[in-house]
């Protein structure tokens, strides 16, 4: 139940919860008599699909028409008098309409939104029933740009946030670029590279005192640290990055000091402690900048932004990866401008704008290639493979997650391994493909525990979603059968609320 | 009207959704719903947008509209047929682009109901564009022509009407084009602000040619920037319809009377219940305070807070959820560079808008800025003065306080 007296603060930029919206929405619809425009925003064909049923099951007498276009229409209200049907239904939904919208900034002076600024007296009439609009972010803001007048009969405009168990989880952040390479190491060679590091180390170790070469341990060090990152063992790169940060120290070398900061700021980023990955990032960011190493204060202000984006600030995001972008761009670091490229086609996929991340995404890819930088392109693969999964293209999506992970399994990514097979279970719990879907996400969630990460709760409400759509006695068999073990509380405690 | 010896032509303007189309409409009522010792004038209300694509228009479009509505309006409200043959012949040379083949055999078009198939046009741009080739080698004919049409159409005002129609004989017609401000595009001319001056100041002598009174409705934006003023020596008397005010100039203070009528406002369209039925104290002065005057904006929260709530009163957490999507709207789209000068003027003593600064003038397009007039104390030249205050939204937003905080956007002049 819904607590109507809960204050908020309505001058903070955001969303209300779904459970609100979704009342508020079902309240609009048995209000209205007549014509009544409505906008419901919401970034997902999944989430639309779902949130539509939602609210045919909260008013079980109205009938509604779903209008789906997969094409572009140029004039909308034409393209509905063609397909109302007869008897009126009570009520209109209509999705699709981001076809008709290209990706670009001037998607508000395109003819579609001409055309529905002008022809906005002539709905009521042809349309006398509430009219929803189920529209994505961009198409939103371009159409209360381009057709203000239509805009301004409006009678509300709901929200909806991607809910934390579907595509807004398992997004791939590609950090900085710098230890591209390393990365893009094939699995056995991350191994046998490791294991060289650690002999020379452990011989380092072993000689006197006075023969020891303290530089060249720091650089070991920090070597391991990478490699350690890059196979997802977490503990020990931190363990060794914190060994190079306290040498460095020693040393009075502030330039490894500042890089060894910045990496333990990306072990605790990856873990979910952003307060903590932020103070990293800034103590090193202070000393890049004093050094003057503009390649460093790019990758710090890179992966500030991918903190500002994950607390869901994404102007502050967007603000920092351009500074980024334009610093990498100046140096010619293309590994730098492609990370850059990506993260920003990640903020236009979480307002929807699928076209301008799908340019993105592209352009990164392109670039990745060019320099062999295979985690690169896993990253866009995955990311592209998300951009068809939430428009609903399941094949299309299927094929890039099975691209992006045929090369994270070779690399030994297991963090990038373990989010495509969270989508790819997410797709088949979609698609009615249970059983598949029930083993990708319980090994992606046992992967997110164990590098403690926080899409293991994504992974977890995930289940939980499965386990509802599956029934609980087939799912609660196929849990003891993978694990032996009773199916444990969690799973039986309804989902987390939209955070 | 009355005192005047010639045709006189008005201008209206204001924010979009400040209430233009009701007050004209209010107009046309009065207009005719007068005492026996008055004089009656015969209004004909256009609402331009049923017949113009606001993207694509060409003056003649306008013209054809004045003509189709005219006759319309005679026949439905007087009964009287135009017998006018200019147009009837221009209209049947030109049917076969918007007619289909059925009703082309259907004989000749007559004037007074061709109004629905010359409204067509507005949907069938290449239809529009052939009808524009005929019709635009004859424009100076047109407007004669319209004119000679306004004479047969004084000519039947001046007899005594039908019982039932009109109270008594009118003594001349007003023609009344709303919307006008809204079109965005002609010929082919850049879009926007460029669009507008062409009309309305370039083209101008075809607007004010034309022997009836007229009024048009203007956009804001060309109305306060730098042209503005010729526009009324090119014209006539331009009204502002501005924001009800509802705080004081500068000090931002309730202005209770501006509240009161804006109570008056809701409270008529609340079918018969109390305010305080509806509303609690606090969200009434929540959605009041923060719809900043704009009576269209006010209706909307209004409407948005009734379905965040399951019983009424409705609650102040209800008013606070229905303005969360205009919250978004303004944060998102307002450009990065008119922070600081919302700022500057939230700040400034006189509460103006400096002559010629584009970005002021976009500010109130997009509501971000909202103009108020009655602002001086007892300076009659004060007192009509508009002035502007930032949108009471926009102004809690926190780019917005940041900007004010900043000393230097502050006190740039």
């Given at each position: 139940?819904i607590?109507?007296?809960t ?6 930029p ?17 209000f ?6 409505l ?7 999944p989430q639309r ?5 939602e609210v045919?099951?909260r008013?079980?007498q109205?009938?509604?028409q779903?209008?789906?276009?997969s094409?572009?229409?140029n004039?909308l209200?034409?393209a509905?008098r063609?397909?109302?049907?007869s ?5 209109v939904f209509?999705?699709g309409l ?9 998607a ?5 939104i001409?055309?529905l600024n002008a022809?906005r007296n002539s709905f009521p009439q042809?349309?006398p ?5 189920w ?5 939103l803001a ?5 057709a203000?007048d239509?805009?301004?009969i409006?009678s509300?405009?709901y929200a909806?946030?991607a809910?934390?168990d579907e ?11 710098e230890h ?5 190491l094939?699995?056995a060679?991350?191994?046998?590279r490791?294991?060289?590091i ?9 000689l006197?005192i006075?023969?020891?070469d303290?530089r ?6 920090d070597?391991?640290g990478?490699l350690?990152y890059a196979?997802g063992?977490y503990?020990?790169?931190?363990h060794?990055?914190?060994r ?21 700021g ?11 990955a932020?103070d ?6 202070k000393?890049l900048e004093e050094?003057?190493d503009m390649a460093g204060?790019?990758?710090s202000?890179h992966?500030?932004?991918a903190?500002?984006?994950a ?12 500074r980024?972008?334009?610093?990498a761009?100046?140096?010619s670091?293309m590994?730098?401008?492609?990370s ?7 903020l236009?996929f979480?307002r929807g704008n ?5 340019d993105?995404?592209?352009h990164?890819l392109?670039?990745a290639?060019?320099?062999?930088n295979?985690?690169?392109v ?6 592209i493979?998300r951009?068809h999964h939430?428009r609903?293209?399941y ?11 045929k090369i994270t ?8 391994v373990?989010?495509?097979q969270?989508?790819i279970?997410l ?10 879907a029930f ?5 992606a ?6 590098l403690q990460?926080?899409?293991?709760r994504i992974?977890e409400?995930s289940?939980?979603?499965l386990?509802?759509?599956w029934g609980?006695?087939a ?11 009773d ?8 989902r987390d609320?939209i955070? | 009207?009355?005192?005047a010896?010639?045709h006189?032509?008005?201008?209206l303007?204001g924010?979009?959704g400040?209430g233009k ?5 209010r107009?046309?009522?009065a207009l005719?719903?007068v ?5 009656c004038?015969f209004p004909?209300l256009i609402d331009?947008?049923?017949y113009l694509?606001d993207y694509d228009?060409?003056?003649t ?9 005219l006759a319309?309006?005679l026949?439905?409200k007087l009964?009287?047929?135009?017998k006018d043959?200019?147009f009837t012949?221009r209209l049947?040379?030109?049917?076969e ?13 007559s004037l007074?109901s061709?109004k ?7 949907k069938d741009?290449t239809?529009?564009q ?11 004919t047109?407007l004669?022509?319209?004119n000679l ?8 005002l001046k007899k005594q009407?039908?019982p039932g129609?009109l109270k008594?004989p009118?003594?001349d017609?007003?023609?009344i ?5 809204k ?5 082919a001319v850049e879009?926007?602000l460029a669009?507008?001056r062409e009309?309305?100041?370039?083209r ?6 034309m022997r009836a009174h007229?009024?048009?409705?203007v956009?804001?934006r ?6 503005g003023?010729q ?5 006539g ?6 924001m009800?005010k509802v705080i004081?100039r500068?000090?931002r203070?309730?202005f ?5 009528s804006?109570?008056?406002i ?8 109390e305010l305080e ?5 606090e969200?009434?002065d929540f959605?009041?305070i ?8 006010l209706m909307?929260f209004v ?6 709530t ?8 209800a ?10 709207t303004y ?5 990065e ?5 919302l700022?500057?003027?939230d ?8 002559n010629?600064d584009?970005?002021?003038l976009?500010?109130?397009e997009?509501?971000s ?5 009655n ?8 007192k009509?003065?508009?002035?502007y205050a930032?949108n009471?939204?926009?102004r809690?937003?926190?780019k917005?306080t ?6 230097t956007?502050?006190?740039q002049?």
């Open positions: 139940m607590d109507h007296a204050e908020i603060d309505p001058f903070a955001g969303t209300l919860d779904q459970e609100t919206e979704l009342a508020a929405l079902t309240h609009a619809l048995e209205a008599s007549g014509f009544s425009l906008f419901v925003l919401c970034n997902q064909a699909r779902r949130l539509m049923a045919r099951a008013l079980p109205f009938t509604i779903e209008i789906h276009f094409e572009p229409v004039h209200l034409d509905l063609e397909r109302l049907t008897p009126l239904p009570d009520a209509v999705s981001e076809h008709s919208l290209p990706a670009l900034a001037s508000s002076t395109t003819s579609f001409a055309n022809s042809a349309v029933r509430p009219l929803v609009l529209v994505p972010e961009y198409v371009a159409m209360a740009q381009g203000p239509l805009f301004s409006r509300g405009v909806f946030a809910s934390p595509l807004a989880g398992f997004a791939h952040t590609l950090s900085a670029g591209w390479q390393t990365h893009s094939p699995l060679e991350k191994r046998d490791t294991a060289a650690e002999r020379l180390l452990a011989e380092y170790e072993t006197p006075g023969q020891r303290r060249a341990e720091l650089r070991l060090f070597r391991l990478v350690l196979q063992n503990p020990e790169a931190l060794q990055f914190q190079a940060l306290k040498l460095a120290e020693e040393l009075g070398d502030v330039a490894g000091v500042a890089s060894s900061l910045h990496q333990i990306m072990l605790h980023q990856v873990r979910g402690n952003y307060e903590e932020l990293h990032y800034q103590r090193s960011l000393t050094l003057s204060v790019a990758s202000l992966n500030i932004g903190l500002h984006q607390r869901g600030n994404y102007e502050a995001a967007l603000d920092h990866y351009q980024s972008l334009k610093i761009e100046e140096l670091d590994a730098g401008v492609a850059s490229l990506h993260q920003i086609g990640n236009h979480i699928y076209e301008a991340a799908l993105h995404y592209q990164s392109k670039i290639e060019g320099l062999g295979v985690t690169g896993a990253g866009s693969l995955h990311q493979g951009l939430a609903g293209n094949e299309e999506a299927l094929d890039h997650y099975q691209r992006s992970l399994e070779e690399l030994g990514d297991v963090a990038s373990a989010r495509t969270g989508l279970g797709l088949f719990s979609e698609t009615g493909n249970y059983t598949e083993q990708l996400l319980l090994s969630l046992a992967t997110f525990r164990q990460s926080p899409n293991a992974a409400n289940l939980k979603t386990r509802a759509r609980e006695q799912f609660d068999a196929a849990w003891r059968a993978a694990t032996g073990e199916v444990p509380e969690w799973l039986q405690e309804v609320e955070s | 009207m009355t005192l010896n010639d006189l032509c008005f201008l303007s924010h979009i400040c189309s009701s007050e004209l409409k107009l046309e009522r005719t719903d005492a026996p010792t008055e004089d004038y004909v331009v947008s049923e694509d228009v060409s003056v479009d306008i013209l054809l509209a004045i003509v189709t509505e319309d309006t026949r439905a009964n009287v047929e135009l043959s200019y012949k049947n040379e030109i049917k682009f918007f007619l289909s083949e059925v009703e082309i055999k259907e004989g000749e078009l007074g061709a629905a198939k010359i409204q067509r046009l507005k741009p239809a529009r052939k009808v524009r080739e005929l019709l635009e080698p004859k424009m100076s047109m004669e022509e319209i049409v306004f004479e047969e159409a004084r000519l039947a009407p039908q129609l008594q009118c003594r017609l007003v023609i084009l709303d919307n006008l401000e079109i965005r595009k002609i010929g879009e926007g669009s507008q009309l309305f100041l370039e101008y002598t075809q607007l004010t040619g007229f009024i048009y409705t956009p804001l060309l109305v306060r920037s730098a042209d003023p526009l009324e020596q090119r014209y008397p331009l009204f502002v319809l501005p009800i004081e500068g000090t203070e309730p209770s009377a501006g509240v009161t804006m109570m008056e809701l409270r008529k369209r609340l079918g018969g219940l039925e509806v509303f609690h104290a969200a009434l959605l009041l923060y719809s900043g005057g704009h009576v269209r904006n909307i409407q948005n807070a009734c379905t965040y399951t019983t009424l009163p409705i609650p102040l957490s008013a606070q959820k229905a303005i969360k999507q205009t919250v978004n944060s998102s789209s307002i450009p560079n008119h922070w600081g000068k700022a500057k003027l700040l400034s003593p006189d509460q103006r808008v400096p010629g584009e970005d002021y976009k500010m109130l997009n509501l800025l909202l103009e108020y007039v602002g001086g104390d007892d300076d009659i030249f004060a009509a003065e508009p002035w930032v009471p939204i926009v809690e937003l926190k917005f940041e900007a004010r905080q900043k000393p956007d502050a006190k002049s």
